[in-house]
Structures are given as structure tokens and as C-alpha cells.
């Protein structure tokens, strides 16, 4: 019986040693989600690199895991600890409050709600407005005369819209903008976002929702269709991070302001269209950036 206690001894000994070297491992582990879109995949990755150069922490990522509800949710439950979002998206669909045309003040509401409400913490901002726009071809706009989209709601009824799914079932999407301008498209396809852009090139669908940072835009020689009632508010793209995981990491706002106000709407939309036209990995695109602007070794 001696023997055997002494066996039971050792072995929870070891358990209990291993659980805490586990427990330490994850403590110091941090987990960073993105939507399954390109400049999500790539601005995953900017984070992990800085994180990582500037911290001991260790970063798993989890890019293209979904749409906004799924990350938001990750986040809320803590299954992710940070994520890039945007503040027209976080004001609009995920608290439903009303949009705020002023940037600045879009981002202050934000991030106290979310602070007061969600005990989440909005740091700040890489620099960059992923507004949403329409996008037609060129050829066809010019043909049509349609420079705003009151041009196009004139002519609205006989167009078919291409859009990502998300698009299509977002207060600010298709359905606000209808409402907006008083017209509805003839059809509208929901599609993969990446699949929209073939679409409109080869005569499919006649619009496109994009955004102002995607490359693909100026590469197939799209116009970009003026929201002229200024439907769309502000998209500013910004790290937010569980309060819970700040307390415990507070380097992590260190490193990550490394990245605050660095790129601005062109560099994103030249960064986005390494990876869609020219086929680049998002991770080194992320990597050889931060390295040319000295924020890695």
C-alpha cells in the first residue's frame, strides 16, 4: 500500500508540474483572428510580426476565419484575443447604432461602448479608411454618363449588382444604400468578394461593391462611383484587444502602436494588390513591409 501511495504521489507531482508549465505556456500565448478577406490576412500577420519582435509573447494566428459576426463573437467569448475591425462596421452592425460621418468621432463612440459595454479596448488606428465603394467598368460608366451614385440610381432598375454576401445582408450595404438613394438594382448576385471582380470585368454584373483599399480596383480599370449622399461612414481600421489580455500584456499596445498611422489608403491598397494580382504570400507581404520601414528586424 506504501509503494502505491507513493506511486500516486509522484504521479500527481507530475501532473500538477505539467499543468502549470501548460498554464504558462498559454498565458503567454496570444491568439490574433481575421475575416476572410486579404488586407484582414495581411494585417494578421503585420501584428503577429510586431508582437512577436517587441514582446516574449508567442502569437498563434487564425486568418480567414469569417465574417464580422464570427470574429466578433471570437473575440467576445475569447476565443481570439485581438482583431483588426473597422469603425463603421463596429458602429453600425455590431451596435447597431447610427452611422457617424465624422471619423474622429466615430472612433471615440466605438471605442467607449465597447470599453463600457464589451470590455474590449480599441487601440489605435493603422491609418487607413477601408471605406466601401461601387465600382463599375469604366467603359460602361462613361457610356452610361454615371459619375455618383445618384447617376446610378437614375438608371439603377435596369443594373445588376455584384457583392460579397456580407454586402448584401449589412444595414450598410445594399439594402441602407436603396433606401438611401430611392432605387433598387434589377438583381443582385452574391458572391466570394474575390469573384466580383471577374465578374464585372467579363460583363456578368454591371456594379460591384469593393473597397477603397482593394489594388484590384485601378488594376481592371474600374471607376469608382461617388457616394455623393455620403451614405457610407468611416472605416477606419484599428487593433482591438480584450482588456483582460491587456491587463495581463500591457506591451502589446506598445508594439502594436508601432503600426498606428503608418498606412495610409494607397500603401494598404499596394500591399492588398501584392497578394491578389501578383500572387504574393499575405505573410511575407506583411513581413518584408515592416522590415522596409524598419518596425522589425
Known amino acids: 500500500m506504501r509503494k502505491i501511495a507513493i506511486v ?9 508540474i505539467s499543468g502549470c508549465i501548460l498554464a504558462g505556456k498559454d498565458k503567454n500565448q496570444i491568439i490574433i483572428g ?17 508582437i512577436e519582435d517587441h514582446t516574449t509573447l508567442k502569437v498563434k494566428t487564425k486568418p480567414f476565419m469569417g465574417g464580422t459576426s464570427v470574429l466578433s463573437q471570437a473575440l467576445d467569448r475569447g476565443d481570439i484575443d485581438i482583431y483588426p475591425e473597422y469603425t463603421g462596421t463596429a458602429l453600425i452592425n455590431i ?16 471605442k467607449k461602448i465597447y470599453k463600457d459595454k464589451k470590455n474590449i479596448i480599441w487601440l489605435d488606428p493603422f491609418g487607413f479608411d477601408n471605406a466601401y465603394v461601387l465600382t463599375m467598368r469604366t467603359d460602361e460608366a462613361n457610356r452610361l454618363g454615371i459619375k455618383t451614385i445618384s447617376d446610378l440610381a437614375s438608371q439603377g432598375s435596369s443594373l445588376t449588382l455584384g457583392a460579397g454576401h456580407e454586402f448584401l445582408e449589412r ?18 448576385n452574391g458572391m466570394d468578394t474575390g469573384l466580383t471582380y ?52 500591457p506591451e ?15 500603401e494598404m ?29
Open 171 to 188: 444595414a450598410d450595404g445594399k439594402k441602407g444604400l436603396e433606401e438611401k438613394y430611392g432605387f433598387k438594382f434589377a438583381a443582385a
Open 198 to 249: 471577374a465578374a464585372v470585368n467579363n460583363n456578368e454584373v454591371d456594379v460591384i461593391d469593393g473597397s477603397s483599399t482593394d489594388g484590384r480596383i485601378a488594376a481592371f480599370n474600374l471607376q469608382i462611383i461617388e457616394d455623393d449622399k455620403k451614405f457610407f461612414p468611416p472605416y477606419y481600421a484599428t487593433p482591438i484587444i480584450r482588456a483582460d489580455v491587456l491587463e495581463r500584456h
Open 269 to 297: 491598397a499596394m500591399l492588398n494588390g501584392k497578394v491578389d494580382l501578383e500572387k504574393q504570400d499575405a505573410k511575407t507581404v506583411a513581413k518584408e513591409w515592416l522590415q522596409s520601414k524598419g518596425l522589425i528586424k
Open 34 to 50: 481575421g475575416k476572410n478577406f486579404t488586407e484582414q490576412d495581411v494585417l494578421v500577420y503585420m501584428m503577429q510580426y510586431v
Open 8 to 16: 500516486l504521489l509522484i504521479l500527481l507531482l507530475v501532473m500538477g
Open 252 to 266: 502589446i499596445a506598445d508594439a502594436l502602436k508601432l503600426l498606428a498611422g503608418k498606412i495610409d489608403d494607397k
Open 95 to 110: 451596435l447597431q447604432e447610427p452611422a457617424i460621418i465624422d471619423p474622429q468621432t466615430a472612433y471615440d463612440k466605438v
